[in-house]
Nanobody, 124 residues
Framework: VQLQASGGGSVQAGGSLRLSCVAS????????MGWFRQAPGKEREFVAA????????YYADSVKGRFTISRDNAKNMVYLQMSSLKPEDTAVYYC??????????????????WGQGTLVTVSS
């Protein structure tokens, strides 16, 4: 499956952005989907994940209550709605697809396919 993320940009602290990820090649309904981010000089970290049907979602503590992951399997799309953005949210954001087990979907290594990343910059 090929993934392409978009929607990044520059925003002031407190603002909102919505990231999108479109998949091609295979239907997303067979995959757990996740969003990860990587700030300069830091390791890639988990942000949010969704179960295959979209009924379950998981979040990093740092974004809980501010970010929402959603998916539309019919359109092969996954979204990350980000609100109340903070400067520390600045990073390249990646969408990813996993065929692993539910217990692993918060880990980078669980994901088989990755998009190219989209840059989010939050200024204070």
């Amino acid at each position: 499956v090929q993934l392409q993320a978009s929607g990044g940009g520059s925003v002031q602290a407190g603002g909102s952005l919505r990231l999108s990820c479109v998949a091609s090649g295979r239907t997303l309904r067979n995959y757990y989907m996740g969003w990860f981010r990587q700030a300069p000089g830091k390791e890639r970290e988990f942000v949010a994940a969704s179960t295959r049907g979209g009924s379950g979602s998981y979040y990093a503590d740092s974004v809980k209550g501010r970010f929402t992951i959603s998916r539309d399997n019919a359109k092969n799309m996954v979204y990350l709605q980000m609100s109340s953005l903070k400067p520390e949210d600045t990073a390249v954001y990646y969408c990813a697809a996993s065929t692993s087990v539910l217990s692993a979907i918060q880990t980078v290594t669980a994901y088989n396919y990755w998009g190219q990343g989209t840059l989010v910059t939050v200024s204070s």
